[in-house]
């Protein structure tokens, strides 16, 4: 079946440490996405990625890095630079305008 | 500004019954609207997709509604059951100047059925 895969589900970090959050997707989109969700708001877009080898930046970048060294991965890592990390983390692909596939997210926890 | 907005913030019914959810947006050049379904802890799941001609969409006992002139949405269900419990996220695609797109999303609305 094809779709895209997210993991851990469940994540905890230490202050001052980098972790790296994995997305897999084997329906062949070209684009794929990470976004970060917090109670009470919208999802907020942290980096895109339309092609292999090249990524944007969303509009809450800070902290955050991607790469994009094959079509199927899109992993994110949260730096020690992200200064408040908890939250749900959802990565999505999706063909051109058709709307998202999305995982079933990562909850990354600050301990 | 693009923007999305979703009313009313939470709902509780009781099973059995219908409930509407509205989503009003300011995006623009519009390109298509879609309504997800999201379970806590879990990813959205796709329930429909409207573009700019279409005025009504179902799927199953969820029906969309797009009114392009007045720029709102409904999403109505029908013969609520407890499965329906989540939040329902409206999410409207802009086309970009460079012929990319962008996604803008309205903060959901948390739908509680009762037994």
């Known amino acids: 079946d094809g779709g895209i895969t997210q993991s851990p589900k469940y994540l905890f970090r230490k202050e001052g440490q980098n972790v790296t959050l994995s997305c897999e997707q084997n329906?062949?989109?070209?684009?794929m996405y990470w976004y970060r969700q917090d109670p009470g708001q919208g999802l907020r877009l942290i980096y895109y990625s339309q092609i292999v080898n090249d990524f944007q930046k969303g509009d809450i970048a800070e902290g955050y890095s991607v790469s994009r060294e094959k079509k199927e991965s899109f992993p994110l890592t949260v730096t020690s630079a992200q200064k408040n990390p908890t939250a749900f983390y959802l990565c999505?692909?999706?063909?051109?305008?058709?709307?998202?596939?999305f995982g079933s997210g990562t909850r990354l926890t600050v301990v | 500004k693009n923007q999305v907005e979703q009313s009313p913030q939470s709902l509780i019914i009781l099973e059995g019954k219908n409930c509407t959810l509205q989503c009003n947006y300011t995006v623009s050049p519009f390109s298509n609207l879609r309504w997800y379904k999201q379970d806590t802890g879990r990813g959205p799941v796709s329930l429909t997709i409207?573009?700019?001609?279409?005025n009504t969409k179902s799927n199953g006992r969820y029906t969309a509604t797009l009114d392009a002139d007045t720029k709102q949405s409904s999403l109505h269900i029908t013969a609520s059951q407890l499965s329906d419990s989540a939040s329902y996220i409206c999410?409207?695609?802009?086309?970009?100047?460079?012929?990319?797109?962008?996604?803008?999303f309205g903060t959901g609305t948390r739908l509680k059925v009762l037994a």
């Open positions: 329906l062949n989109h070209d684009a």
């Open positions: 999410v409207v695609s802009a086309i970009k100047d460079e012929g990319t797109y962008k996604y803008i």
């Open positions: 409207m573009t700019f001609s279409e």
């Open positions: 999505a692909s999706s063909p051109e305008n058709y709307g998202y596939t």
